[in-house]
């Protein structure tokens, strides 16, 4: 699994040393100024590990309940919140028209979501432009006017500003996501429409984040449903007292659900994948 990327880069102190050891009859040699650190800023793909939770057995096990996901996640890592997730697929709000839809060429502008990134809670704005090919683009994370929820009030700076490239694809075990994310901060001043050329992901690829989530179906019951087809994946957030919401993500589109009080009389009961996040 990936650590989250938040090095410390500090200026070596040697000359600093070398100074206080000086004899006291030469005379003092200048000393170059410290630098302070430099924290790098980390995207939310950064967060979450690079494959499905998979606990070791006979047969080993990829599918868990919402209560077997809350506490399957290894040490150290957590099962993401709606908001956590939110930061990689968006929540859908309309299940007519989602967000983020993978077969019809249309966009979503200036949507403002509440995400969370490590400890910093927001309200960003995102533009989206879906291309209908199975590929869409997101201008994400820029600052935004109001609070979409409370306990998230509106970005004022461009410090997690990033694109985003979705991209369905068929692998020899059925479909699966491939999601890059590109930091770009405060000095991109650029649109969505620069982001959505295939040319501005053919380059500065260096600081590029990539992950890939397969389409692995869901367990109901003893029967293994839409593998290869669909992937379904448990957030921690609860829905009412049998249902929690979860991210779904296919062919056709992907996003943060909360139906599954509509499905079945306990949906937590379904066996859905699980991708834990780091603290």
Request: glycine share 10%; charged share 20%.
């Amino acid at each position: 699994m990936i650590q989250i990327k938040q090095s410390i880069i500090l200026v070596p102190l040697l000359t600093l040393v070398l100074g206080a050891f000086a004899a006291c009859d030469k005379e003092p040699q200048p000393v170059d100024p410290v630098d302070p650190p430099f924290f790098k800023v980390a995207t939310p793909l950064d967060y979450i590990s690079e494959e499905n939770l998979v606990l070791e057995g006979d047969p080993a096990k990829s599918f868990f309940t919402y209560s077997e996901a809350l506490t399957a996640v290894p040490q150290g890592t957590h099962l993401g919140s709606r908001y956590e997730w939110a930061g990689i697929i968006p929540l859908v709000t309309d299940l007519e028209d989602p967000t983020l839809i993978f077969v019809v060429a249309n966009e979503h502008l200036a949507v403002e979501e509440a995400i969370q990134i490590g400890n910093t809670k927001a309200t960003y704005s995102s533009d989206y432009k879906n291309m209908g090919n199975g590929i869409s683009y997101a201008l994400r994370l820029a600052p935004a006017k109001a609070a979409a929820e409370e306990g998230f009030p509106p970005a004022q700076d461009k410090k997690f500003l990033a694109a985003y490239r979705y991209q369905v694809s068929e692998g020899k075990d059925g479909g699966f996501l491939t999601v890059t994310v590109r930091p770009l901060g405060e000095s991109f001043d650029g649109t969505i429409e620069e982001i959505a050329q295939e040319s501005f992901w053919a380059q500065d690829k260096q600081n590029d984040v990539e992950r890939q989530f397969p389409f692995a179906g869901q367990l109901n019951g003893d029967i293994l449903d839409d593998e290869g087809i669909g992937g379904w994946y448990w957030t921690s957030t609860p829905d009412g007292d049998k249902s929690a919401y979860y991210v779904w993500i296919g062919g056709g589109a992907a996003g943060i659900f909360d139906d599954g009080k509509l499905v079945v009389e306990d949906y937590r009961q379904m066996g859905h994948s699980v991708r834990p996040f780091h603290i």
